[in-house]
């Protein structure tokens, strides 16, 4: 099936191979930087969280990344613990299973900074599409699969759009039948605009609307 969708979004392929290469230099010295520089800062956020709420202060989620293969994307654990089996959709920044640091380490984005960690991996970029839980992914439309065609990234123009999102789901009687029947195809269409425009200027552009947005 995935060798069907490549073919079909040849152009898309064909745009992610000619900035691959110059994308994941980008990627590998900006995560790089960004972890020196940021390293009290993480140490700072973990004793926090430990403090808090206890052991792990990382949470490690299995997520779609390009390929349609499974990674394990890095986060500061702003739930309590096995909350995820109250559902995967974080709804409204008051959400009971947020601990109270990680309301902060969530409103601030400040949660997503480990993901330097899977840049500098290779699993994702610093721009893409965020990566998606399997229990979505597996309900993408042939159309919608092709962004899995590229590497997912911490940022991106879907996350400048939708960067109240929780919020958006706790006014929703059905925050499930929501998302996937309104804020996730929206999502991937902006998703597939970046994929058709990709390049390191437009990177640079969106790492720098979300710093705004975040400062804001």
Not at 24 to 31: E, H, L, N, T
Not at 132 to 139: F, L, M, T, W
Request: proline letters at 5%; aromatic letters at 12%; charged letters at 25%.
């Amino acid at each position: 099936m995935l060798d069907e969708i490549v073919a079909e979004g040849a152009g898309f392929a064909l745009e992610a191979m000619i900035h691959s290469k110059p994308k994941r230099i980008f990627d590998v010295f900006c995560s790089v930087i960004g972890m020196i520089v940021l390293f009290p800062f993480f140490f700072l956020i973990a004793f926090l969280v430990a403090l808090t709420s206890g052991f792990p202060v990382f949470y490690i989620q299995q997520r779609v990344g390009r390929g349609n293969e499974d990674f394990g994307l890095f986060k500061f654990r702003t739930m309590k613990m096995n909350a995820e089996k109250a559902g995967l959709l974080t709804v409204g920044g008051r959400d009971p299973r947020i601990t109270k640091i990680g309301y902060y380490l969530r409103k601030y984005k400040l949660d997503e900074l480990p993901q330097l960690l899977n840049v500098f991996m290779g699993d994702m970029s610093l721009v893409g599409p965020r990566p998606e839980v399997r229990k979505y992914v597996n309900i993408y439309n042939d159309e919608q699969k092709k962004v899995l065609l590229v590497k997912p990234g911490i940022t991106d123009l879907a996350s400048l759009e939708y960067f109240s999102e929780n919020e958006l789901l706790a006014k929703s009687a059905n925050p499930e039948e929501t998302y996937i029947k309104e804020i996730m195809p929206a999502k991937l269409e902006l998703n597939k605009k970046y994929i058709s425009q990709m390049s390191l200027g437009t990177d640079l552009k969106i790492i720098l609307r979300t710093l705004k947005r975040i400062v804001s």
